[in-house]
């Protein structure tokens, strides 16, 4: 018996699991398909960690189901070794069912976007490609807001979208409380006391249902190899679940967010965030629900101002300051180095086997649970591949592969300009260097280290303090013309010729000692 025709090919990838896609309006389930597709090259292409492997299987696995339960027909294919890639997978499909058109909504990667209009360019099927509305700025948006500026400022598109959208806005159309933006309000430390006092309950857990332990098995058999750890998953991975866990978030830490939203401290990996970035990047919750979430929260009394404006502000401000950057700027953005950087990424990224207490903190989290958050990100693991002079492109593919909230529109951009500078000022205005007092204001990481983050030189010296000293030296020229960067410049002048040369040398013999261990690892 011959199968029923094709009409629509709806093709669905695994981050745009969204019930209110686009791409479902008119949808009828006796003529139309829905394609979803696991493929190997998405985990191999750059060696995904298990974690990140099993949430995207997992959510996809969920989203069939869920639309099958509404009688609609879902042509799902489960990972086998070919094809491999989703270009070939599609194309596979196009020769199989043969529809009289495809409908997708693009896609949020640029290579992929482009893999697979190729193919389908070749079959030579009609062809629609709807923009994602999942986001609140359209491309056509953000080119407008572009035009006419020397220099973009995320903080300047934030405000616009603030108007725009009438968000954390008083009745005349003014900013809540009279100001944009509250971060000088959110950068509180713990103390000595640490945060045990503060915090009321740990993020809501999503333990592994049926469908969950048996891609949990799969990972295991079919990446052995891959770095991170099964044991604890427990992600939302169902639109249910994910609201769930936006609720959890707005009750029960939100209110404390703004204050200690960039302070860390050992052993706890969670604190007051809120654990929704992958279901928001595989789009399980529409960030208009995140944002009004929480600016109903403000508006019951339930939280302070300046947490619900520094959440929104991530929300609204960079996560979609971010895209709009990435499709400006690619394919050219991911090949930028405008430093220079080239030194291997070190082997211990992959272990979390290091002598600093704070890097091993933030990488064997990583590869625990697949998370880390944003200064932990930016200011520990970040910030010393940027000191180090680490390879941009190599640290892009690390942060891709080990976080479960990674697609390339909002990681690369993140990576290589917030956290590497590696655009040259693009995203950011300035490079976000500091030496390892700020990591010691900032948590209790160091307490526990051998090394001394005052110190710059010799045994004890913190090798964030060291590399710190040595970005200025080896950057000062080039960043003199930077304002926000003075106040270091004119502390770097201080230094003695002694004192630099020996900053130098230290700095060479870290870099050659790193450099022949991830050499030595290769070669193994």
Known sequence: ??????????????????????????????????????????????????????????????FREELRACGWRVDYRELTSEPASLAGALEAALAQHRPQSIVMVEAGEWQLRESLRGVIKQSGTAFRELEDRHFICTHDEFAEHCKGRKQLRMEYFYREMRRRHRILLDAEGQPEGGEWNYDNENRKTFGKAGPQGLLRTTPKSFPPDALTREVISLVKVRFPTHAGQLEDFDWPVTRNDAREALDDFIENRLASFGDY??????????????????ALNVKLLDPREVITAAEEAYRQGRVPLAAAEG?????????????????RMMPGYLEKNALAAEQPLPEFFWTGQTDMHCLRQAIEQTLQLGYAHHIQRLMVTGLFCLLLGVDPQAVHRWYLSVYVDAVEWVELPNTLGMSQYADGGVLASKPYVASGKYIDRMSNYCASCRYDPGESVG???????????????????????????????????????????????????????LRGAARSNLAS
């Open 261 to 278: 939203q960039d302070a860390m401290w050992t052993n706890e990996p969670w604190l007051f965030h809120s654990r929704i970035a992958a």
């Open 311 to 327: 959440f929104i502000r991530q929300v609204l401000g960079w996560r979609e300051y971010v895209r709009g950057i990435y499709w």
């Open 1 to 62: 018996m011959n199968a029923p025709a094709v009409r629509q090919l709806i093709v669905v990838l695994g981050d745009q699991l969204d019930r209110n896609s686009a791409a479902f309006e008119g949808f009828d389930p006796t003529l139309d398909l829905i394609w979803m597709a696991e493929v190997s090259d998405e985990s191999t292409r750059i060696p995904v960690t298990q974690p990140r492997i099993a949430l995207f299987l997992s959510a996809m696995r969920h």
């Open 459 to 513: 045994p004890s010296a913190c090798p964030f303090t060291t590399l710190y000293w040595d970005f200025l030296l080896r950057h000062q020229e080039s960043l003199a013309g930077n304002t926000r960067m003075a106040l270091q410049l004119r502390n770097l002048g201080k230094l003695t010729d002694l004192q630099r040369e020996r900053v130098r040398e230290q700095a060479r013999s870290l870099r050659a000692t």
